[in-house]
């Protein structure tokens, strides 16, 4: 089976860049999405194939992915991001998560 | 505005069946795939089901292959997961959600989730 792999915590201070990686064999010969999820909430769309944002997320939020890592970076990160960070791909017709980051911004 | 509703959680005995049901509005239903995803208490996300916008084609995670089946109804605007043969690990929030590009189905993102429903299989 197909697994993505992220750092399961990630932790800057206000105002810094947050990075959160996403591993998984050849993922960037695949489209990688991203999910935001805050404690008590449902999971949402922040960036899809690879580096683009849907209506309304902020371009504090951007994606690359290249080679066997999928990245998250989050521009001058505020306590507001912190949240459950979730990667995913697809791998022929199935749907895989990585585990989840939470990020820590304090 | 796109909303996703579910339904049908609650607490069931190992072994019982269940279908959980998922109400969507505010867009055009029968151009997009839906999938199901849930999440184990204090864990992360695992993709359960997809279906295809005109239900030709639908994928099933390992887990749940020959248990669970997806199925829809675009006259009425609903998504459903029918769940057979339940163990205390199918327990968790189920989502539904859409998927982001019309008539796409692997491949694609999940655009708009709903709140979730609460499924607890315990004896």
């Known amino acids: 089976s197909y697994d993505l792999t992220q750092p399961p915590s990630v932790s800057v201070s206000p105002g810094q860049t947050a990075s959160i990686s996403c591993s998984g064999d050849?993922?960037?010969?695949?489209?990688a999405s991203w999910y935001q999820q805050k404690p008590g909430q449902s999971p949402v769309l922040v960036i899809y194939?690879?580096?683009k944002r849907p209506s309304g997320v902020p371009e504090r939020f951007s994606g690359s992915n290249s080679g066997n890592t999928a990245t998250l970076t989050i521009s001058g990160a505020q306590p507001v991001h912190e949240a459950d960070y979730f990667c995913?791909?697809?791998?022929?017709?199935?749907?895989?998560f990585g585990g989840g980051t939470k990020l820590t911004v304090l | 505005q796109v909303q996703l509703v579910e339904s049908g959680g609650g607490v069931v005995q190992p072994g019982t069946s269940l279908r959980l049901s998922c109400a969507a509005s505010?867009?055009?239903?029968?151009?997009?795939?839906f999938h199901w995803v849930r999440q184990a208490p204090g864990k992360g996300l695992e993709w359960v089901a997809s279906?295809?916008?005109?239900?030709?084609?639908?994928y099933y995670a390992d887990s749940v292959k020959g248990r669970f089946t997806v199925s829809r109804g675009n006259s009425r605007n609903m998504v459903y997961l029918q769940m057979n043969s339940l163990t205390s690990e199918d327990t968790a929030v189920y989502y539904c959600?859409?998927?982001?590009?019309?008539?796409?189905?692997?491949?694609?993102?999940?655009?708009?989730w709903g709140q979730g429903t609460l499924l607890s299989v315990s004896s």
């Open positions: 959600a859409r998927g982001g590009t019309i008539r796409a189905v692997a491949g694609d993102h999940f655009d708009s």
């Open positions: 505010g867009f055009t239903f029968n151009i997009y795939a």
């Open positions: 279906i295809s916008y005109y239900e030709i084609n639908k």
């Open positions: 050849t993922l960037g010969n695949k489209y």
């Open positions: 194939q690879n580096n």
């Open positions: 995913q791909a697809w791998d022929s017709d199935t749907a895989v």
